[in-house]
């Protein structure tokens, strides 16, 4: 579970709906409480100068005169925490409000399509910096444990099983408790979750209630602690609730057919395909799951979409039976009729051949991103010659020379070898690459190859290749990276034939 925490949501909502103030001045909220007007929240540069949430708005104008005030909002701040939960669908199927200022995404089963836990923590942060909101996110096993670290660490990830340790040493009101009660147990001299989790049990509930021992073991990950997840109205969606429990295989298999043609029956209607599916499963135990694939183009054959989970949903524990099931359209385009069968019009050709089917597989298979083609980029730098782009996409205007002599094969990156010749600037008569010698016999070059300072790269320095054959029948690419006399050495940089 990813728990995102937005400390400064209600300033950076503003501050994108308006344009400014700049990052720069400080910009606080302000709640009326009566006739009193204090702080709701305070920007980072408003913190920076001493002014926090509570602190009466007469006493922060006096000590910066310059400060910016605006009215709070809530309901304003909510409905936009809404919206963004749903751009956060882009990272899981299960993504749920924590209001006032933070949002829960499930992960489990979809971490590796970012391709590991760090890189999609990674990701989501830097598009929320770059979104102008400031955010902290952890990823615990637990929401409770995600929650505290957020809020009270800074974020970060916590290890399978580590959930005790991560909020032992955390002050108790991470534990998402009234202020009433933390004020409390503090005057009890109760400041750490540490301190409260060594208590004996009854008596803590006795004092405390039964909220402060549930909320204990929610953040230690003993109690287990739904979210409802967030599905926008509009939203193509099927569901399957069972009497009884189901667990195996095939009669999952079968409820993701029946639940695909439930779908496009719907896409039908609304003149859309599908280009995402997310398949949530909730288990008897309340604890849940998601699968999540996509297509190369928009289709709505439900029998194509179902074959997409078969080998996915292997990888689903169903622990004592699956109750229900749901399956998401999270991303639709409008789908465009195609003629794909016409009588009497011969066809076969490599134009007619829809791939798309067979990329969709392969990316279920082995992940999107091993699923591309390679495209030509115009420039003489060998290895930006080409470029990967999706496994559909359309031809590109760019070629590559058909009378250019390039390698079938490259290395990357290019490999030292020992070079001999019999004059400085002339090709190599001996090279010893990968501690085998090699007797060059033929030599063909050089071609130089100068940077391209219109790429951003003035400092490299201008490469001379030469094409060489050996005594063994090896046919190489090699080249210089500078002349002898500056200490330039030879590469190996690909193969012929």
């Not at 195609?338 to 798309?356: K, W, Y």
């Not at 760019?398 to 290395?411: D, I, N, S, V």
Request: aromatic share 6%.
């Amino acid at each position: 579970m990813v728990s995102v925490y937005l400390p400064t949501w209600p300033t950076d909502r503003f501050r994108r709906q308006h344009g400014g103030p700049p990052p720069s001045e400080p910009l606080v909220t302000a709640l009326s409480a009566g006739s009193a007007r204090r702080i709701g929240t305070a920007c980072a540069a408003a913190q920076a100068l001493g002014l926090n949430s509570g602190l009466p708005i007469a006493q922060a104008q006096a000590r910066i005169p310059n400060l910016h005030i605006i009215e709070a909002a809530p309901e304003g701040d909510e409905a936009a925490l809404g919206r963004l939960a749903q751009w956060a669908i882009a990272y899981s199927p299960i993504v749920a409000v924590d209001p006032p200022d933070g949002i829960w995404i499930d992960i489990a089963g979809v971490a590796h399509l970012f391709g590991s836990e760090e890189k999609l923590l990674e990701h989501l942060l830097i598009r929320f910096t770059r979104q102008g909101i400031t955010a902290k996110a952890a990823i615990a096993d637990a929401p409770g444990t995600a929650w505290a670290v957020a809020r009270f660490r800074g974020g970060g990830i916590i290890p399978v099983g580590r959930s005790v340790e991560a909020v032992a040493t955390l002050p108790v009101a991470s534990l998402r408790l009234p202020r009433h009660t933390v004020a409390t147990m503090h005057k009890l001299g109760v400041e750490r979750v540490g301190q409260l989790a060594a208590m004996p049990r009854a008596p803590m509930v006795r004092r405390f209630g039964n909220d402060v021992a549930l909320r204990l073991d929610q953040a230690m990950g003993h109690a287990f602690e739904p979210i409802n997840p967030l599905i926008p109205e509009e939203t193509a969606i099927a569901t399957r609730a069972f009497a009884e429990p189901i667990s195996r295989l095939e009669y999952l298999q079968k409820v993701v057919r029946d639940l695909a043609e439930d779908l496009c029956r719907q896409l039908v209607k609304r003149g859309q395909g599908v280009r995402r599916l997310d398949l949530i499963l909730r288990r008897v135990d309340e604890k849940g799951a998601s699968l999540r694939v996509g297509t190369a183009k928009a289709t709505r054959e439900h029998a194509h979409l179902a074959k997409l989970f078969d080998e996915r949903l292997q990888t689903i524990d169903p622990g004592f039976g699956i109750e229900e099931m749901v399956l998401v359209a999270s991303k639709v385009e409008p789908f465009v009729q195609t003629q794909t069968e016409a009588r009497g019009i011969e066809s076969g050709s490599a134009a007619d051949v829809d791939l798309s089917r067979l990329v969709d597989r392969l990316s279920a298979k082995v992940g999107s991103a091993r699923v591309y083609r390679l495209a030509p980029v115009q420039t003489l730098i060998p290895e930006r010659m080409a470029k990967r782009i999706l496994a559909l996409a359309p031809p590109t205007e760019a070629t590559w020379p058909e009378t250019l002599p390039r390698p079938t094969r490259l290395l990357d990156p290019p490999e030292p070898v020992v070079s001999t010749a019999l004059l400085p600037d002339h090709p190599p008569v001996q090279i010893i690459w990968r501690k085998i010698r090699h007797k060059v016999v033929r030599a063909d070059g050089p071609e130089r190859i100068a940077p391209e300072w219109w790429a951003g790269d003035p400092d490299r320095p201008s490469r001379d290749y030469y094409r060489i054959e050996t005594d063994q029948g090896g046919r190489f690419w090699v080249f210089r990276d500078a002349p002898t006399a500056e200490g330039g050495r030879w590469w190996m940089h690909g193969f012929f034939g």
